[in-house]
């Protein structure tokens, strides 16, 4: 008999029964109720940082940061704005600088760095702020555009759905000038809006569907709006170097494939004879999002901004050197990764942790219920291998199975680095749209696939020659088929096929099997015909 008694089986079955039930619940709430507890604690809480903007001061790049926290004590997300200085390959902090978390936009000159808000304005001087001054009324409020003359600032918003110019000086503001609207902006908000000063007048550049339009403004003199020519991208910067006024944006277009994923294209058009120049191409090795210009009169320009590469996140500064050509230093700081994020793996433990309390409970209980041993075919007396040996040898073939992992993550962060690999020449020509995702995910099918095929050969070939893995030799266990020989390659192919079914809730159903039947078995077992028993 399986069981001593029938009164044992009854009393094993429900309190076993009792505890599998309890143990499902908790690896369906635990997890769930111990990641909010700890993303929002007021002690750990959820972190995350990343740029705003940058502006150049005295030949220094300064750094905008967000950090944004999530906690109860913090009654939802906390922003926190921080002015950091690039110098040395790091960011340091400019003590002693609060910015609000309301600021709108942030521009240097040569008397400092101006912090715009929506009713006031602040000037730092690299030491201390110098100016903190309210809006005359109407405030700029939201999205205004800014430049700077180094004499005075100027600052284009909108005010009743119309575009309106005011300037500041220290303490001093001009009366509000109000503009033409741009074509097609029936109700102007200046979202997206660009203002430069470059030799002696001020640019206002908008954008109407595909269309850049710019207005030139010298003094009291306004001229109409000019149409420049169709430009790519809606989020689009404008700047100044050595060679005159641009536009640059960054491109992905529709393409998704290895090469993209962590690259850049740079669309960057020249203002020519009052036109827009044939936009060209500048590739980078990191992928770029939000950025600032960093202008210049001497040389080539700066775009600044956040960029990711193959496991990190941080600040990257292209230098736009030629057709064609950036050079590229990047500040890897991890930047857009949870501060807390070491701590996450932890609760995707918990249903593990879970499962091999289980095995334990288990592996405590049936001795006291239930026979332990089984006599085969062949006549020879075999025990059962206990719960928490089966699972401990299945975490033992685990580990040397992620062995192979290592080797293919080094070679995707290979295939994701460098785009002129034959696997993305084979993906980009039709990854277009739908048939983008679609590549992507057929690549991951079938390394998915690879790998599930290789795990299944493994306990397959040595199963089925030898009665053992590595995992069960370690802990002396062996899979015999019930004629007392090991099972054979194709039963138990079928056996390590089927655990599919058995790991079901991460193996409940596997060890709900192996103690309520007859036999120690699991689906597999009873599938192929075997039993798991001390090797002898």
């Known amino acids: 008999m399986p069981f001593f008694s029938e009164e044992h089986k009854r009393q094993f079955t429900w309190k076993f029964g009792v505890i ?12 769930m109720a111990a990641m909010p507890l700890f993303m929002f604690s007021g002690t750990g809480g959820m972190e995350t940082e990343g740029f705003d903007r940058a502006v150049s001061f005295k030949n220094r ?12 004590k913090n009654k939802g997300p906390q922003n926190t704005l921080a002015l950091e200085e690039w110098a040395d390959k790091k960011l340091a902090t400019v003590p002693g600088l609060e910015i609000k978390e309301n600021l709108e936009t942030l521009i240097a000159d040569e008397r400092g760095i101006w912090m715009i808000y929506p009713d006031h304005y602040e000037l730092f001087d690299g030491v201390k702020k110098i100016v903190d001054q309210k809006f005359k009324p109407p405030s700029p409020g939201q999205n205004p555009a800014v430049a700077s003359d180094n004499d005075k600032l100027y600052i284009i918003y ?47 550049f908008s954008r109407y569907k595909k269309d850049i339009h710019l207005q030139a403004i010298d003094g009291k003199k306004v001229s109409d709006w000019v149409k420049l020519g169709e430009f790519p991208i809606s989020d689009f910067k404008a700047g100044y170097d050595d060679k005159g006024l641009f536009l640059a944006g960054v491109y992905r277009g529709n393409t998704v494939g290895p090469a993209q994923m962590f690259k850049t294209t740079i669309k960057f058009a020249r203002v020519e ?39 990190w996140m941080g600040i990257t500064s292209m230098e736009l050197s030629g057709k064609g050509a950036v050079k590229s230093t990047a500040l890897k700081k991890n930047m857009g990764l949870f501060r807390s994020f070491w701590i996450m793996p932890l609760f995707y433990c918990i249903p593990i942790l879970i499962i091999f309390i289980l095995s334990v409970i288990a592996t ?21 291998a206990s719960v928490i040996s089966r699972a401990l040898s299945q975490a033992v073939d685990g580990l040397i199975l992620a062995v192979p992992l290592i080797p293919v993550g080094f070679y995707v962060k290979y295939l994701l680095e460098n785009p002129d690999n034959v696997v993305s020449k084979l993906i980009e020509p039709a990854a277009q749209g739908p048939a983008a995702f679609l590549a992507m995910m057929g690549l991951v099918m079938i390394g998915g696939f690879c790998y599930l095929a290789l795990c299944i050969l493994y306990f397959s070939i040595l199963e089925g020659g030898y009665g053992w893995t590595i995992g069960k030799l370690v802990f002396k266990i062996r899979v015999l088929g019930e004629e007392g020989t090991p099972p054979g390659f194709m039963r138990a192919l079928l056996r390590n096929f089927l655990r599919i079914v058995d790991g079901f809730f991460n193996f409940i159903v596997g060890i709900a099997l192996i103690a309520f039947t007859d036999n120690w078995q699991r689906v597999g077992d009873l599938a192929a015909r075997t039993v798991v028993v001390r090797k002898k």
């Open 20 to 31: 599998i039930a309890i143990a499902f619940v908790m690896q369906m709430v635990l997890p």
């Open 61 to 72: 790049v300064y750094v905008l940061t967000r950090k944004v926290k999530f906690g109860f």
């Open 158 to 204: 909108a005010f009743k759905e119309k575009p309106w110019l005011t300037w500041i000086k220290d303490k001093e503001q001009g009366a509000p000038v109000k503009l033409p609207a741009p074509p097609g902006s029936h109700d102007y908000c200046a979202c997206g809006d660009q203002l430069m000063f470059w030799r002696g007048k001020l640019y206002h």
């Open 273 to 311: 004879n009052g036109k827009l120049s044939e936009p060209q191409e500048f590739k980078a090795n990191n992928s770029l999002f939000d950025f600032s210009v960093i202008n210049s009169t001497t040389g080539p320009a700066k775009i600044v901004g956040q960029s990711i590469g193959f496991g």
């Open 364 to 384: 405590l209980m049936m001795p006291k219920y239930r026979t332990l041993e089984i006599t085969l075919q062949d006549g020879v007396k075999y025990e059962f």
